[in-house]
């Protein structure tokens, strides 16, 4: 069944006619390019297609085109402003949180909600957080390690939690 | 990209990371574009049949269905494989295993894709099948492949040194010890991806990940019948891969769906569940061992037997299964030992490369024996350890010399003085109520590259620039695990030039030279001294251009810095860019091949071995230590702390060097723990990473990783192999510390709380 959807993503309206049925992760990928949402296992249990919604990380091969309705989109691709990262990305680079970076976009965008709900988590806490994201090739320590310095040393200025 | 790359001249920062943490680097998985095709295989679901036929009329006659695909439509020799050629592309006699691919679809869209899977009929006759390594070994049992001369044994091992029997007579202590280790899945969060066109000239263009794209071109052209120099193979960024990627997975299904589809790109992109059915696994083991030792506690001899499920194909068991038994007797003096292994032909899943590549399943064997044996003589585990590490000179306990880099008593010794050995009793006696604490250890070795015969050698391509800078073309896959990173330092520290100077070129078979597989921890070291190499050459290069200019007689005046060439007597500085310009074409480049060296032991005649990899020449080595606590009310194994201490020659990059023991470490916890894929007959029971439990945040530890000083003269800069060896140590360490803390050594992994519960009921807590 085809639907008139208009949303925002990164920031840009966006009118649209589709199949109400896709799920977004395909809709980002597929019609927007926007190949940083990654899907590695399609049914919510690693993190990896991590989106937020209205500032709130969703996983984006659960949801369903037409949840988007009204609402403002945020992927990895729309998180820096093009020049410079945003600090969690700069924390991640930094820290060596990233090896293969599979998992990372998805990773960066579930830090980034979990700043907004907790500003300043210790180390257990950082781990709660991102225990919905899967990652293999890095054990999280340094994963953990850049959202702790994150938290350590907020950058200046900038917006820590964007909502798209 | 450059705007994010903080040039840092040190190299912390891995050249790739800011295209990764924006979305902005491409994987398999992210090519589409116009007129996209989707292809998909429909698969066997049965694990031992004879293919009778296929019945694809239903499912053609759906709209947006392109063709469909079976054994028919292939002009090669329909068979891929490494060392045998023993798997079908489509099948085409009968089924081996549950994941063999039966038709291939091609659609529109994903939509008709999966309806037309749906509705295609595959007729199948069953046949008895096999599903037990054992029972693979009757005489009478159902055969795999009819025609292997050894029926379902793919391939067998024996190494014997010393006089066995006889020493085992005069120990003074001896242990027996049998551990069963079950499947590990990968689960790189990539699953197996690719994309593909039929060029207008006529050329197919192949975008995969994969760790192998050179030996991949060669096998699917033999298996379509297509001429090699046809196939471009590119590797983007890969999105993991720990040996899952080490040979084919979509590539030859692609080239063909691009065959009949010519100009139209082709996507495939199994998902998790078609990952889990299809890939290949961690080899299942069953591992029988008996040690002795004198009464000093120095070893004596070893009887080992090695069993491997190999599953249904090749696909490198053999050469696992060497491995493991190359490494059966661990870093150890053993002057007598008597070890066979199997590799083993069975309908289950398939088995192949997963990281340590064979070792992990030996190892947990070998260093759990270690340690009831060390309670045996009332020793303490380090200390049994220490008396029988090798050292640089000895031979180790297959009879091979030790004449490279060798520093395991080094480990051993700063694991002695470190915090988490010698407070280990204060915080074991310091568990909570219902806890129980302990500390295992576990000492590893890795052999690195390709062992005697295959000749391990990679080529590398340096270019100056038109602006300056430096191109390095790699044709060795990093699939996440910095070794281009670490491409960039060597040739930087070379050409005295920082990140922002130095570019890489990833492997693509028309660009980039053969390096080999990403394989073997072998990938820095053995492209890494051929690209100092050409490094070095196209310096030189640069320098007599240099001194012409400047008009200098001496060429040791002639320096090369940052962006320039300088003389030192009198300062003048000549950019690169007009290096590059004056330079002809020819000799901005250099290239240049290494063969990494072979042992020259020979503790097996057998060819078969030996072509198998046996034995190795470069080992690294280390000790890891795991501390846990023991849930007796649930039976959850936490581990709490963890070390490990390596022995790797020289740390070039450290960051990237903790990124690999840390990611070991943690695959290996997983392993030890909570992973488990599970098949019942022909099902496969585990099929999505809901039911395979990967350690998540909340599950690991902090871990530290402390590299010993070391230095391997014939490694670039001094570095061994460090990519395998982290993930031998955390399962015996693990078993043993759960031995330590609570008295119980299970019989297989992972130590799941049910099965601890269950062992800590039987012993009555
Ligand atoms: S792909 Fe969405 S949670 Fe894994
Ligand atoms: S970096 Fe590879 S999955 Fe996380």
């Known amino acids: ?164 | 990209m450059t705007t994010f790359s903080p040039d840092l001249a040190n190299f912390s920062v891995r050249f790739d990371a800011p295209g990764k943490v924006t979305g902005a680097e491409k994987y398999a998985a992210d090519y589409y574009g116009p007129d996209l095709v989707w292809a998909g295989v429909k698969r066997a679901g049965a694990a031992h049949a004879r293919l009778k036929g296929i019945d694809c009329r239903e499912a053609e006659k759906l709209p947006g269905i392109l063709g469909i695909l079976s054994h028919k439509d292939i002009r090669g020799t329909n068979r891929q494989g490494i060392i045998r050629r023993d798997q079908p592309v489509l099948v085409d006699d009968k089924v081996r295993y549950p994941g063999d691919a039966i038709a291939l679809v091609l659609a529109e869209n994903r939509e008709a894709l999966g309806r037309a899977l749906g509705l295609i009929r595959v007729h199948l006759e069953p046949l008895p099948g096999v599903f037990d390594l054992e029972a693979a070994l009757a005489e009478d049992a159902p055969l795999i492949h009819e025609h292997h001369p050894e029926g379902n044994v793919l391939l067998k091992g024996h190494l014997l040194r010393g006089e066995v029997r006889e020493a085992f007579q005069h120990c003074a202590v001896l242990v027996e010890f049998v551990f069963q280790t079950p499947y590990q899945e990968h689960a790189y969060l990539e699953t197996e991806a690719g994309w593909a066109r039929m060029e207008p000239d006529g050329s197919l263009t192949l975008v995969a990940s994969t760790q192998t794209p050179f030996r991949d071109c060669f096998e699917v052209a033999e298996a379509l019948g297509l001429d090699r120099e046809t196939i471009r193979l590119k590797v983007p960024a890969c999105g993991g891969a720990f040996g899952g990627k080490d040979g084919i997975t979509v590539q030859s299904l692609l080239a063909l769906a691009a065959l009949y589809c010519p100009g139209r790109p082709v996507k495939m992109w199994w998902d998790r569940e078609e990952s889990f059915t299809v890939s290949c696994k961690r080899h299942p083991a069953r591992l029988y061992y008996r040690l002795g030792a004198d009464s000093e506690g120095r070893f004596q001899a070893l009887e080992a037997r090695l069993h491997y499920d190999t599953g249904p194909y090749d696909h490198l068991g053999g050469a696992v299964m060497t491995l493991g038994l190359e490494h059966a007797g661990g870093p150890y003096r053993l002057p007598n030992i008597d070890l066979k292994a199997w590799a083993v032909y069975t309908n289950n899943p398939l088995s192949g490369p997963f990281r340590g590549f064979g070792v992990p399943q030996v190892n947990a064997a070998l260093e759990q024996t270690i340690d009831l044996l060390a309670r045996k003589l009332n020793l303490s585990p380090l200390e049994i350890r220490k008396r029988n590490a090798v050292v640089a000179g000895d031979q180790n306990a297959i009879g091979v010399h030790l004449t490279a880099s060798t520093h395991l008593q080094e480990c051993l010794a700063v694991l002695e003085t470190h915090p988490l050995w010698t407070g280990k009793e204060a915080w074991k006696a310091s568990a909570g109520p219902f806890k129980r604490r302990g500390v295992g250890l576990a000492c590893v070795m890795h052999g690195q590259g390709y062992g005697p015969v295959v000749p391990d050698v990679a080529t590398a391509k340096i270019e100056l620039t038109g602006p300056g800078c430096f191109r390095i073309y790699s044709g060795v896959v990093d699939m996440g695990q910095g070794n281009s990173h670490t491409y960039l330092q060597i040739a930087g520290e070379i050409l005295n030039q920082p990140q922002s100077r130095l570019e890489i070129v990833r492997p693509d078979t028309r660009e980039t030279l053969p390096g080999g597989s990403a394989s073997a921890s072998r990938t820095t070291y053995t492209f890494g001294r051929a690209l100092i190499e050409a490094a070095q050459e196209l310096k030189q290069k640069i320098r007599e251009k240099g001194a012409e200019l400047f008009g200098a007689w001496d060429l040791e005046e002639v320096i090369l810095m940052p962006s320039v060439v300088s003389h030192v007597p009198t300062g003048w500085k000549i950019p690169l860019s007009r290096i590059a310009g004056e330079l002809a074409p020819e000799d901005c480049l250099a290239i240049h091949s290494f063969q990494a060296p072979i042992a020259l032991d020979r503790p097996s005649p057998d060819p078969a071995l030996q072509l198998h990899g046996l034995p190795h020449l470069i080992f690294s080595y280390g000790v890891h230590l795991a501390a846990v606590e023991v849930d007796e009310l649930t039976g959850l194994v936490e581990v709490k702390k963890y070390l490990a201490v390596s022995d790797c020659g020289r740390i070039i990059n450290p960051r990237i060097f903790e990124q690999q023991i840390q990611g070991g470490i943690a695959q290996g916890l997983g392993y030890a723990l909570t992973e488990e894929f599970r098949v019942e007959q022909e099902k496969v029971l585990t099929r999505d990473l809901a039911a395979y439990i990967l350690p998540t945040a909340l599950d690991l530890p902090d871990m530290e990783s402390v590299p010993v000083a070391s230095f391997e003269p014939s490694g670039p800069l001094g570095l061994k192999g460090g990519g395998e060896i982290a993930v031998d140590g955390p399962l015996p360490a693990v078993a043993n510390a759960l031995a330590e803390a609570c008295g119980i050594r299970l019989s297989q992994n992972p130590f799941t709380p049910e099965r601890v519960l269950r062992a800590l009921r039987e012993q009555g807590v």
């Open chain 1, 1 to 164: 069944m085809k639907i008139r959807l208009s949303f925002r993503l990164n920031g840009n309206p966006i009118e649209l006619e589709t199949d109400a049925e896709r799920r977004v992760v395909d809709l980002l990928r597929e019609d927007f390019g926007f190949t940083g949402t990654k899907e590695a296992c399609g049914s919510g249990e690693c993190g990896a297609c991590t989106i937020l919604v209205e500032g709130e990380s969703r996983l984006a091969c659960l949801m369903r085109v037409g949840q988007l309705e009204g609402r403002s989109v945020l992927t990895i691709e729309g998180l820096s402003d093009g020049k410079h990262l945003h600090p969690v990305q700069q924390a991640f680079v930094e820290a060596g949180a990233v090896q293969c970076g599979f998992c990372t976009p998805g990773l960066i965008l579930g830090t980034i909600d979990l700043l907004r709900r907790n500003p300043r988590p210790d180390r257990e806490e950082i781990r709660e957080g991102l225990s919905g994201n899967l990652c293999r090739c890095t054990g999280f320590q340094k994963i953990v390690d850049a959202v702790e310095k994150v938290v350590s040393s907020p950058a200046e200025g900038s917006d820590p939690c964007p909502v798209g």
